[in-house]
């Protein structure tokens, strides 16, 4: 399974990255308003020698090259719920040093977070959707999270820290 970094990008939308097998990184900025750009690196450093291409796609042509490589449905129905407001749905990979590292996933509620709900959890090719509280947790899996922005974050503070109370900045809405 690739590991597919995720980044939010406040005001502009998702960055996205993974590096291939013969070293080289790509990355796909997934903006808000629609288009996305394509950006690729043909080496693993930073010097001048790395040779970088960016293609901006519109979203027909980015849902098109998706189809060609083999994009999912399921891909496109999480981007479309995405964006609904008050709607964050994210990802938390697992760390040896996180908190959840070897534990039992719990309840969200039970953790103090109530109005979170754990979608799955993906460990390597497979996927457990709706995980049950004993589900036991480990590095290198993917926690797939859906709520409130505010209720994300104080989850993915959890899963780090242990720690149910956190005060951590949360891009408002616009205009705030």
Excluded at 116 to 145: C, I, M, Q, Y
Aim: no cysteine; aromatic share 6%.
């Amino acid at each position: 399974m690739v590991d597919v970094r995720r980044v939010k990008l406040p005001g502009v939308g998702v960055l996205h990255t993974f590096y291939t097998s013969d070293g080289g990184k790509v990355g796909v900025i997934a903006h808000r308003s629609g288009h996305s750009d394509l950006i690729t690196f043909a080496d693993d450093g930073e010097g001048p020698d790395v040779t970088k291409v960016s293609l901006r796609l519109s979203e027909d042509e980015a849902h098109t090259l998706a189809e060609l490589l083999g994009g999912t449905q399921i891909t496109e129905s999480l981007t479309a719920l995405d964006q609904i407001p008050g709607l964050s749905i994210d990802w938390f990979t697992v760390d040896y040093e996180d908190h959840i590292a070897g534990q039992p996933l719990g309840s969200p509620a039970e953790r103090g977070i109530a109005g979170l709900t754990v979608v799955a959890v993906v460990r390597g090719d497979s996927t457990n959707p709706a995980p049950a509280p004993d589900f036991k947790v480990f590095p290198g899996d993917t926690l797939v999270v859906a709520g409130s922005p505010e209720k994300v974050a104080k989850a993915f503070n959890f899963f780090r820290t242990g720690a149910a109370k956190a005060k951590v900045a949360v891009d408002g809405p616009p205009g705030n």
